[in-house]
């Protein structure tokens, strides 16, 4: 409501001064044409009152009645015959206010018929100036207001963003650090020489998730950093049981990604490929960055057909989750397929970067 008082008074403010200077012009004008002209009898403060009254009439006429429904409603042929009918009556009414009293001064009829024509004429364009200013002003007004709330509204429609994007990237934090704490735990009980290394590299995970995925983007060459100490802990894992590649084509360069975008696509790979019941399992993964303004990743591992309705909950959740977020940060930049055939369950994600 304050905001809504302070439009309001802004614009009284506006207007007020307008008319001020309007009448400020028009008494100058007025009284150094008064000093030239004997014919003129009438006081120049009534003649300046008289034709700014007729003035603001056509202009409020304009702005509250035409402008609203038929001007922004685009129904411009009706607009403009209405805008020149008001014109012309309001330069007949200051025709008639001025001239007409002006008769018992002005000798001569034809002379009077003229001096009626002229009077008209001058305040007709008079009349068109001002409404075509103050319309130009009001539009623009409308314009800048519009444009002010279309910004609020990407400022909170990209603060929805963001809080959206940091809730489905703190899915992922708890997600990765509870599976791979269960896997420590479970060397442990085998007493397994292998648990101190992955609690160092479960460090150096965490160490990047807590610390360099606080940004919306991180460089790639980070993000795949982190991807290669999560493989080497897969690798641990799986005992070099299962076969687990990553081939990277081309050079990531400076190139920005979001984070932990990839993660959850190649954990599922692992845990439907490596760690599922087939004896025969892979993951094969394929990064391409030839084409420096696009993004290629491949994701091949071997797929049951036996999965338990709880194996594929928990797997979809992390793949909508990227979904998701590739809508918020990539939208009609990226494309993701996903298909099973077979004994092969295949990813396939391009994200544009231009």
Known sequence: MSNIKKISRSRIAYHIL?????????????????????????????????????????????????IPRLFKKQRFFLYSVSLLITISIAAFFIDFLLVYPLQSFVQGEEYFQELTFFVWFNFAFFTFIYVGVTSFLSLMRELFVLQKISFQLKDIEREKLEAELKALKAQINPHFLFNTLNNIYSLTLDKSDKAPSLVLKLSDLMRYILYDCNDRFVLLEKELDFLNNYLDLQRIRLDDKIPVQMTVKGNANS????????????????????????????????????????????????????????????SGIGIKNVIRRLELLYPEKHNLEIAEVDNLFKVSLKIDLS
């Open 18 to 66: 307008f008319w001020v200077l309007a009448l400020t012009f028009w008494l100058f004008t007025m009284f150094v044409a008064s000093s030239f002209k004997n014919i003129v009898k009438l006081e120049p403060v009534l003649m300046t009152l008289i034709f700014n009254l007729c003035f603001a009439a056509a202009v409020y006429f304009n702005l509250l009645v035409l």
């Open 255 to 314: 190139s920005m990604i979001a984070p932990l975008l990839f993660e959850p696509l190649i954990e599922n790979a692992f845990k439907h490929g490596a760690f599922g019941k087939m004896n025969n399992g892979f993951v094969n993964i394929l990064f391409n960055f030839e084409d420096k303004e696009r993004i290629e990743l491949v994701i091949e591992n071997s797929s049951e057909s036996d999965w338990s309705q709880e194996d594929k909950k928990d």
